[in-house]
């Protein structure tokens, strides 16, 4: 009986031995499985260590070109301020220079009248006729020298309005080359905001500081045209127009400018617009400020929630380039149109004016940037800039299709609210 109850006590042993075995490989299989896992958490730990270091250079990067950006408006700013200065200069110049022709014109009334003075002097005496005929000589003399001094100042008037003119186009080299900065830093979400109100307010404070002078400008140019209107040849009346009509222009452009940068800086409130009543609204002011025999056509446009004056300035712009462009046309035609699609209501202006070279598509809502000259057509450059902030500040887009010689069309997006929004109101 003893031997037998050892045989048990064994088995018994050896299937505990057995049962102790598996889970020791069981044991040793989740070991293998969380040593995996484990390396597995160190690889993607350091994946995450050298994105880290990827990101840390990027923003080094980021920083570095901010750094670049500034300096570059720093050096604008200080050009600006030295063209300034060279312009207050040319205009005490100005100044100077019509002081001095005055002085000379009123020297010459002195001369003339000391030469009748001689001359009938020279007529009632007989004695002294050759001195009176040197002094007549003299006289003579005289008034050729002042002619010639004379031909000088306008000389020098003329190249100091060249001076003005080339200044002016200075300007608007650096304007172009400062608004190009700004659209390479676009790439940068938080840099864009930064630059874009750095330059609305720069923007707005030049065109604003520009008013003085050009005014200044073109009321020195309106005194030589009225009270030297003797005095003056036709090529310099010729010139002295070209300074007002350019000063118009500059005032045009500036308001133009004005206006751009304001936009930057205005809020917007909107409220449901009927598209229809505004569009007529809009057609009514053109046709009273505005000669021609465009045919528009429109109807059962969609309503919109937007900004209303926003908008009215929207199509304002974009109806009066239609009736511009299509102006030479025998038949002019002007078409708006509206559909709602995938969420967004999308409007129409189609002409068949001149149209547009798609190649140059790029440049069309650029500021200063324009497809045709002023012999052509006239205007800025700021208008479809203005329309594509107004639109972008209603969360939209702006684009335009075109071919040359067979008309335009303009197009733009704003979210669609639903018909519930009117309904409820």
Same mark, same amino acid.
């Given at each position: 009986?003893?031997?037998?109850? #050892? ?10 031995? *057995? ?30 260590a ?59 009334? #002195? ?7 001689a ?17 007549? *000589? ?74 003085t002078p050009?005014?200044?400008i073109?009321?020195?140019a ?43 800086? #205005? ?5 449901? *617009? ?12 053109i ?31 974009l109806?009066?380039?239609?009736i ?53 057509f ?48």
């Amino acid at each position: 009986m003893g031997q037998k109850a #050892k045989s048990v006590e064994l088995i018994f042993a050896n299937k505990e031995l *057995v049962f102790q075995n598996e889970e020791k490989g069981k044991r040793a299989a989740e070991l293998v499985v969380a040593n995996k896992e484990l390396a597995f958490q160190n690889e993607e730990k350091e994946k995450r260590a050298a994105e880290l270091v990827v990101a840390n250079k990027e923003l080094a990067f980021q920083n570095v070109e901010k750094e670049k950006r500034a300096a570059e408006l720093v050096i604008a700013n200080k050009e600006l301020s030295f063209q300034n200065e060279e312009k207050e200069k040319r205009a005490a110049e100005l100044v100077i220079a019509n002081k001095e022709l005055s002085f000379q014109n009123e020297e010459k009334e #002195k001369r003339a009248a000391e030469l009748v003075i001689a001359i009938k002097e020279l007529a009632f005496q007989n004695e002294g006729k050759g001195k009176r005929a040197a002094e007549f *000589v003299i006289a003579s003399k005289e008034l050729t020298f002042q002619k010639e001094e004379k031909e000088k100042r306008a000389a020098e008037l003329i190249i100091a309005n060249k001076e003005l003119v080339f200044q002016k186009e200075e300007k608007k080299k650096r304007a172009v080359e400062l608004i190009d900065s700004n659209k390479e830093v676009d790439e940068l979400e938080q840099r864009v905001k930064e630059r874009t109100e750095d330059l609305e307010s720069f923007s707005y404070s030049v065109s604003h500081d520009l008013r003085t002078p050009l005014r200044a400008i073109n009321g020195y140019a309106q005194m030589l045209e009225e009270d030297y209107d003797t005095v003056l040849d036709g090529e310099g009346k010729r010139l002295l127009g070209e300074v007002r009509s350019n000063a118009k222009k500059m005032g045009v452009l500036i308001d133009d400018l004005l206006t751009f940068s304001r936009l930057g800086r #205005k809020g917007i409130t909107k409220s449901r *617009v009927d598209i229809n009543q505004l569009v007529e609204t809009v057609v009514s002011e053109i046709t009273q400020s505005t000669t021609h025999s465009a045919k528009i056509k429109f109807s059962n446009l969609l309503p919109a929630v937007a900004d209303y004056n926003l908008l009215q300035h929207v199509f304002t712009n974009l109806l009066s380039n239609a009736i511009k462009y299509s102006s030479k046309k025998e038949n002019p035609l002007i078409e708006i149109k509206s559909e709602r699609k995938n969420g967004e209501l999308i409007y129409s202006i189609s002409d068949n004016g001149v149209g547009f070279d798609m190649h140059y598509v790029n440049k069309l809502f650029g500021v200063f940037q324009r497809l045709h000259s002023d012999d052509e057509f006239s205007g800025t450059g700021v208008g479809l800039a203005i329309v594509q902030r107004i639109i972008q500040k209603h969360d939209g887009k702006v684009w335009a299709e075109g071919k040359e010689d067979e008309g335009a069309n303009f197009f733009f997006s704003l979210p669609d609210m639903g018909e519930q929004t009117f309904e409820n109101e």
